[in-house]
């Protein structure tokens, strides 16, 4: 077994990064902030199917924005961090009321930045199918 590390600032950074672009105000903010913390080729899991690549991202984000109008995507805990993986426990929030909680589990390049995403839902959205996507 190998020794555990503390975790990284630059992990930690990254994450910070990770939520902010979730809840980016302008095109500019998400583009800018998808290049730095995202790889190029990230992979991300979720229930609703897969995506790959920054763009998909973007767009998947921005979609979900202009269906559900103002959301906020939060942290519910601070992350755990070890090696080269992270687990964030999150919840959106649409208007002022909570809309559905998970938890992300995202890993990380040797450079930091996210190459890919695995997300799970702790408390799916009402009316939710989790059968309707496969």
């Given at each position: 077994m190998t020794e555990t590390t503390a975790p990284s600032r630059q992990h930690e950074a990254t994450v910070e990064r990770y939520l902010r672009f979730w809840n980016a105000g302008?095109?500019?903010e998400q583009q800018r902030l998808a290049a730095t913390t995202f790889t190029d080729d990230i992979e991300y899991h979720a229930p609703v199917g897969v995506l790959a690549g920054r763009q998909a991202l973007i767009d998947f984000r921005?979609?979900?924005?202009?269906?559900?109008?103002?959301v906020a995507f939060r942290g519910r805990e601070e992350p755990q961090i070890h090696h080269d993986r992270a687990r964030l426990r999150w919840e959106i929030e649409v208007g002022a009321e909570s809309f559905a909680a998970g938890?992300?589990?995202l890993a990380f390049d040797p450079d930091g930045r996210i190459s890919s995403v695995s997300a799970f839902l702790d408390r799916a959205p009402e009316g939710?199918?989790?059968?309707?996507?496969?």
């Open positions: 302008t095109p500019e921005d979609r979900f924005a202009q269906h559900m109008g103002t938890t992300d589990v939710f199918d989790p059968h309707a996507h496969d």
